[in-house]
Antibody, heavy 113, light 110 residues
Framework: EVQLVESGGGLVQPGGSLRLSCAAS????????MTWVRQAPGKGLEWVAD????????FYVDSVKGRFTISRDNAKNSLYLQMNSLRAEDTAVYYC??????WGQGTLVTVSS | QAGLTQPPSVSKGLRQTATLTCTGS????????AAWLQQHQGHPPKLLSY???NRPSGISDRFSASRSRNTASLTITGLQPEDEADYYC???????????FGGGTKLTVL
């Protein structure tokens, strides 16, 4: 079964950091670009970042550039999102996805004092 | 990084056909086509089709997608109560190298 499972979300104060993880199974992870997408409460979907299948290139939405870093470990079938200098507007459910294959169940990040 | 345009809501009767639209530009929908996602309240998005009408395994053939220039469409035939959900389109935007999403369409099955 193709599956993505996120972890690492939680409550963090403004200016703080969190690292999200995503464990992939059921498909050849190293063959796929991977993506983080977020959804603020009651809002639509917003693309956050992409990483090439071999990790050689990363792409970000303007609002997170310089604060978030996407990375992957193909040996561990894992995707990561390091989030620094978090702001209230980063509060959302964060989904790990291979956009033409499958999505994870999401992990909630709440930025609040 | 402008988004794709979807109507906020569509209402159709049971067993009828609904067609949802997604309008973009030559840089996104018109470039490589669109993907469609279904999201029920409180659940993650579920991929229905990608690159216009490629359906993942397990997706009913009641869902079919198409594209005409810069507008993508999702047609759902024989509407069922479980089809009531939010539907999102997405496309790769070649102008900035990232994904754009539509604002979503809430489908109500009467």
């Amino acid at each position: 079964e193709v599956q993505l499972v996120e972890s690492g979300g939680g409550l963090v104060q403004p200016g703080g950091s969190l690292r999200l993880s995503c464990a992939a199974s059921g498909f050849t992870f190293s063959n796929y670009w991977m993506t983080w997408v977020r959804q603020a409460p009651g809002k639509g979907l917003e693309w956050v970042a992409d990483i090439k299948d071999d990790g050689s290139g990363e792409f970000y939405v303007d609002s997170v550039k310089g604060r978030f870093t996407i990375s992957r470990d193909n040996a561990k079938n894992s995707l990561y999102l390091q989030m620094n200098s978090l702001r209230a507007e980063d509060t959302a459910v964060y989904y790990c996805a291979s956009l033409h294959l499958t999505w994870g169940q999401g992990t909630l990040v709440t930025v609040s004092s | 990084q402008a988004g794709l345009t979807q109507p906020p809501s569509v209402s159709k009767g049971l067993r009828q056909t609904a067609t949802l639209t997604c309008t973009g530009s030559s840089n996104d929908v018109g470039y490589q086509g669109a993907a469609w996602l279904q999201q029920h309240q409180g659940h993650p998005p579920k991929l229905l089709s990608y690159r216009n009408n490629n359906r993942p395994s397990g997706i009913s053939d009641r869902f079919s997608a198409s594209r005409s220039r810069n507008t993508a469409s999702l047609t759902i035939t024989g509407l069922q109560p479980e089809d009531e959900a939010d539907y999102y389109c997405s496309a790769w935007d070649s102008s900035f190298g990232g994904w754009v999403f539509g604002g979503g369409t809430k489908l109500t099955v009467l």
